[in-house]
């Protein structure tokens, strides 16, 4: 695979790191198949307005033309908004939808799963999801969807319907972490190769 132009973005959920489990076999992955060095995993800590325009200058440091991103739980989202705005491929895993409805329930402080880092919640940060909100979706082919119903956190079914016109793979069981997710890659990777020169603007 060294011989593809393949660059890719990871991006993790709420709380989560660079050091999650996922995170950590996308790189595993990457290094295997001579894709570590067009990697990218940048800790995302900070509010919705303050992270996108973070992964803005970060995407527009990249060739968009051969940029993908995967995104997990909120990273999920995040990664609609890049997908939508540069037209890039992205595999969304457990992907939050709405998750300006759920916020209210996560107003204040929040330590993070991987480090001592506070994440702190506002009404402001609410709205700042709202605003970057991307439905309906415009370029449904350039998403690949991976969910499993057992999400204790999201409702699988939110993700399916948004995303209807794209390929979703549907798993029973499983959890919001998306049980058996490093099997998924090869999938993934061959997604965004099928994607590359078609999603190129």
């Known amino acids: 695979m060294a011989d593809t132009d393949l660059s890719i973005l990871y991006l993790h ?3 989560s790191s660079p050091q999650s489990q996922k995170a950590r076999q996308t790189v595993t992955y990457c290094e295997q198949h001579d894709l570590a060095d067009r990697l990218h995993v940048p800790t995302l800590h900070n509010g919705p307005a303050d992270t996108i325009a973070e992964l803005k200058q970060l995407v527009e440091r990249l ?5 993908c991103v995967i995104g997990s739980s909120l990273g999920g989202y995040y990664a609609t908004w890049l997908a939508e705005e540069y037209n890039l491929p992205a595999a969304l895993v457990n992907p939050a939808v709405r998750p300006f ?4 329930d996560y107003l204040g402080e929040h330590k993070n799963y991987y480090s001592e880092h506070i994440h702190v919640v506002t009404r402001e940060h609410i709205s700042e999801l709202l605003a970057i909100d991307r439905a309906p979706i415009n370029r449904p082919e350039n998403f690949l969807v991976l969910l499993q119903q057992g999400d204790e956190v999201l409702n699988y079914r939110d993700a399916a319907e948004k995303f209807s016109q794209s390929h979703c793979i549907i798993h029973e069981g499983g959890d919001h972490s998306y049980q058996g997710y490093d099997a998924e890659l090869p999938v ?10 078609q999603s190129a603007r």
């Open 63 to 67: 060739p968009l033309d051969s940029l």
């Open 13 to 15: 959920g709420f709380l």
């Open 188 to 197: 993934i990777i061959d997604f965004f190769l099928s994607r590359i020169g």
């Open 101 to 104: 409805d759920l916020w209210e």
